[in-house]
């Protein structure tokens, strides 16, 4: 019998220092999951949102018409937004960044723009898109403010009858350029005094 209670109590010992240790682990861990929470919000708070706004615009054209179809593309279709009544739009949740911003209508074309949003102020400007000069910079109003750069073209316009593309094709100058000479070379040589006319006669008929 004393072997057996002494068995029960180191037991319940063993028992009791592991259950202690349970709950040591248990509240560090707790302790880790509260600290963590703080810098999650911290880095979601950093993670901001912004929107890009602006207008289109079709002098002359009800935007009944063309509104429906118009459809205003960031990066080329990452974000996609849409015209609202009177021409205006906003694309929402936008992250900090340098965007493309176009205009795509079936029957115009609209010089695209690009945004620049700073992450640190929030502060968004519009600026020019200078393929040729990528490192200048022209500024645009902001919100921004699209109008129509020219009319689409869907078919090359067929080319008119002209006297000056007849005369510079390459084979009427072959045919052409011998009988200016043939006619203009003894005029040439009638002005010349005897003796470079003998010359000249004899190159021109004999070489």
Sequence with gaps: LNMDAIRCVFLLII?????????????????????????????????????IEGSVDIEGSDISVWGSKTQILVDGGKYVGYLKQFGEFQIHNIPSGTYLIEVITPNHVFEPARVDISGKTGKIRGRRVNLLKTGSVSSLPYPLKFKVNKQAEFFEKREQWNVMSI????????LVAPLLI???????????????????????YHC
Excluded: R
């Excluded at 005369?167 to 072959?174: R, S």
């Design 15 to 51: 028992s009791l220092f592991v259950i202690q240790g349970d709950c040591e682990n248990d509240s560090k861990t707790q302790q880790e999951i509260e600290k963590s929470v703080p810098k999650d919000e911290a880095k979601n708070d950093q993670l901001k949102l912004y929107s």
């Design 167 to 174: 005369l510079k094709n390459p084979m009427v100058l072959v």
């Design 182 to 204: 043939m006619v203009v070379m003894p005029k040439l040589l009638n002005n010349m005094d005897p003796d470079t006319h003998k010359v000249s006669s004899y190159i021109f």
